[in-house]
C-alpha cells in the first residue's frame, strides 16, 4: 500500500515506483496497464470503479485510456505517464485535475530520471522575446 500526497517527494516515489513495477509485471509476463499497476499499488482499493475513475481522467493524445490499455515506459514517454500520475493523484486525493501540482510533478520526473530530459525542456517561455 503507498501514500500519494500532493507533493514534490510523493511524486519522486511514484515516479521510481512506476519504472520498478513495469520492470517487475515484464519479469512475470504481465501487461504493464493502469489496472495492473493500481492493483498492484492499492490492492483492494483499487476497485473497478476506482480504476475507471482514473482511466477516465487519463488522456492521451486526445484519447481516454482503459484499464487494460498498455503504458508505455515512464523513462521513455514521461508526458503520457504524467496524465496518468496526474488522475492517479485526482481521484486518491479527491481534487480536481488542476489542483495537482504539475510543476512539482514535472520536477520530480527529473529528480528520479536525472539523465533523461526535463518533461518541460521545449515548453515556450511566457514571457515576451
Same mark, same amino acid.
Given at each position: ?28 509476463? #504481465?501487461?504493464?496497464?493502469? $489496472? ?79 539523465? $533523461? ?8 517561455? #511566457?514571457?515576451?522575446?
Amino acid at each position: 500500500m503507498i501514500t500519494i500526497e500532493n507533493n514534490q517527494e510523493c511524486f519522486v516515489q511514484l515516479w521510481l515506483r512506476l519504472e520498478r513495477t513495469r520492470q517487475l509485471l515484464g519479469m512475470q509476463g #504481465r501487461r504493464f496497464c493502469i $489496472r495492473r499497476v493500481l492493483q498492484s499499488w492499492l490492492g483492494t482499493e483499487a476497485t473497478d470503479d476506482f480504476i475507471w475513475e482514473v482511466c477516465h481522467n487519463t488522456v492521451i493524445d486526445d484519447e481516454q485510456l482503459y484499464g487494460y490499455d498498455t503504458l508505455p515506459p515512464p523513462t521513455t514517454h514521461p508526458r503520457e505517464i504524467r496524465e496518468f500520475l496526474r488522475a492517479l493523484v485526482s481521484v486518491k486525493l479527491g481534487i480536481g485535475m488542476r489542483k495537482v501540482d504539475l510543476r512539482a510533478l514535472d520536477k520530480a520526473y527529473s529528480l528520479a530520471f536525472p539523465g $533523461r530530459t526535463p518533461i518541460n525542456v521545449n515548453k515556450k517561455s #511566457r514571457r515576451g522575446p
